[in-house]
């Protein structure tokens, strides 16, 4: 499940100090995607809004030598066929 960030929609106003830490700093939750966004702090019941931030995304690149070497194959479970002559195949790993 996502995990969504929430702050207070008019955090401080302006010296006025009717929201809680919780909401004026921002927090985060852990919502299902189908889940409506929340409205109201769960804390002080103050009007929040959702934030939008970047996800994360996995930058590693693994090549695909490392990726079909028979030694990976095998520690995943995978069976290696290397093709011998027409219709026949020989059993690596």
């Known amino acids: 499940m996502p995990t ?3 702050q207070s929609v008019q955090p ?3 010296g006025r100090k009717k929201n809680c830490d919780f909401c004026r700093t921002g927090f985060e939750i852990i919502q299902r995607m189908s889940d ?3 409205q109201k702090c769960p804390e002080c019941g103050e009007a929040i809004t959702r934030i939008i931030s970047a996800c994360n995304v996995n930058t590693r690149i ?3 030598k490392i990726l079909l070497s028979d ?3 095998k520690k995943h479970g995978f069976t290696k066929l290397v093709k011998e002559s027409k219709g026949k195949y ?3 790993i």
Do not use: H
């Open 36 to 38: 409506s966004p929340l």
């Open 62 to 64: 693994i090549s695909n």
């Open 90 to 92: 020989r059993k690596i």
């Open 4 to 6: 969504y960030q929430y």
């Open 12 to 14: 401080g106003r302006g």
């Open 71 to 73: 030694n990976n194959l």
